[in-house]
C-alpha cells in the first residue's frame, strides 16, 4: 500500500500525518505531533525555524519506527512569512512573525509609492499589516534585502532544507501581496515600483510538483528516501481541498486564525470588496474569496492570561454558565498581539466581565459575530448564498462556539473536527502518484 505524508505545521503545533487510499477513500493517522509558536529575541517577535525542522526530521524517524514509510511528502504551514538567503544559501537574519510590529511604517511607506486601492485591484488581497509586501519593504528600509540571493516562504524554505531545491509554490506566493491575480505571476510593476530584486521572485509551481528527493545525509539520518511534492503550501488552501463538500457552500478554516470564505471562479477585486477587506487567495483551480478572523488565538490567549492550566471542556462549561452578552470586534488590530489579551478585550468592552467565564463566553460571541459580519458581506459581494456553513479545525471541535454560530449567523454549522490541511496535502500527493 503506497502510504504518503502530509507535514501540517500551524502557527501553534505542527503534526505529520499519514495518508493512503482504501476503497476510494483517504485514509489517515498521526504519526507524530509538536509544538510551535512565536519567540521572542531581543524584542522581536521571530520563528525558531531551526527548531522547526529538527521536529520534522523527529517525525520523519519516527514515520520508520511505525512501518509508515512514505512514498512522498508534503509540508504546508501558515501563509506570509518568509524567509531570505544570502548566497551561501545561509539565513539572513531571523525569520520574523507576522505578529511583529516592524511593518507599521512599511505599510505607510509602500501605500505613498502605491496606493493600497491599486495594489488591491491588481491583486486582490486584504489589507493586513503583515502583508508579506509590507515585510519586504521594512526588510528593503532596514537593508536585510541587500545581500539576499533568494527568497522563500515558509514551507518552500522547509523544502529546500530537506531537498536542497528551491520552488516557489502558488497558492502560498498569493497570500504576499505581491501575485497579480489576472497572469497568476508575480507582479512586476509592483516589485519594480518599490524597489525590490526581480532575481527573488522565481517562476511560481502548482501543487503536485516535485521539489525533489531528500538530501544524501537526511536519507541517511531517517533510514529512508521519498520524493518532496508540493502540496497547496498554504495550509488553508489545503483546508479546502480537503472539505468534503459537494457544494460549493462557505467555509471556515479555524485554528489560530478562522479564515472564512468560499471558492469563486475568477478574482473579485472591486471597490465593494476592497472596502469590506476581502482577500482572494489561490487554489487549485479556483480563488478563494475570504477573510480573516483573529480566531481560537484570542481564546488561546485568554487562557494562557487567566487559567492556563483548566482544561478546555471547563473552559467551555464555564462560558456557557455565564450571562455575560457584549461582545468585541476582534478584528481589530488591538487583539493581533496585545500584552494582556485580557485587557484588549476590557478596553472594546463597555462593561468589565466579572470573572473567567465570561470572559470566554465574550470570547466565543465577539467570534461567532464576527463570522456574521463577514457571511453577510460575502453573500452582497459575490451574490452565493447557503443555509450551510462548513467549519473544519480544531475549532470544529467546540460545540458551543457552532451553537452559537448557528443561531447567530442563522446557518446549518457543518462541524468536520478533520484534519483537513492534512487531508488536502495528501490528496495533492496522491493525485501525483497514483
Known sequence: MRKYLAIDIGASSGRHIA??????DIKTEEIYRFKNGVESKEGKLVWNVELLFKEIINGLKVAKEKDCIPV?????????????????????????????????????????????????ERTGI??????????????????????????????????FLLTGVKKQEYTNATSTGLVN????????????????????????????????RLKKEIAEEIGYNAEVVLPATHDTASAVEGIPMTENCPYISSGTWSLL????????????SRIANYSNEGGIGYYRYQKN????????RLRDELCPDKPFPE?????????????AGVNDSAFLSPESMKAAFCNALKSEPGNAGDYFRCAYLSLAHSYKTALDGLSANTGIKSDKLYIVGGGAKNGFLNRLTEEICKVKVMALPIEASAIGNIKQQILRGE
Open 315 to 327: 473552559i467551555v462549561k464555564e462560558a456557557q454558565e455565564s450571562n455575560f452578552n457584549e461582545y
Open 19 to 24: 495518508g493512503w487510499l482504501e476503497n476510494g
Open 261 to 272: 470564505g468560499i471558492k469563486v471562479p475568477q478574482a473579485i477585486t472591486d471597490e465593494k
Open 181 to 212: 491575480a489576472q497572469t497568476h505571476c508575480w507582479d512586476c510593476e509592483i516589485l519594480d515600483l518599490l524597489g525590490f530584486n526581480r532575481k527573488l521572485f522565481k517562476e511560481l509551481s502548482p501543487p503536485q510538483t516535485v521539489v525533489g
Open 126 to 159: 486584504q489589507f493586513q499589516p503583515f502583508n508579506t509586501v509590507y515585510q519586504l519593504y521594512a526588510d528593503k528600509l532596514s537593508g536585510k534585502t541587500e545581500r539576499a540571493e533568494s527568497m522563500l516562504m515558509i514551507p518552500d524554505y522547509l523544502n
Open 72 to 120: 512522498s511528502i508534503g509540508v504546508d504551514t501558515w501563509a506570509v512569512d518568509y524567509a531570505l538567503l544570502d548566497k551561501d544559501n545561509k539565513l539572513i537574519g531571523d525569520v520574523f512573525s507576522y505578529r511583529d510590529s516592524r511593518t507599521k511604517q512599511a505599510a505607510d511607506d509602500v501605500h505613498r509609492i502605491i496606493s493600497f486601492k491599486k495594489l488591491y
Open 293 to 300: 478572523i483573529m480566531g481560537m488565538w484570542v481564546v488561546n
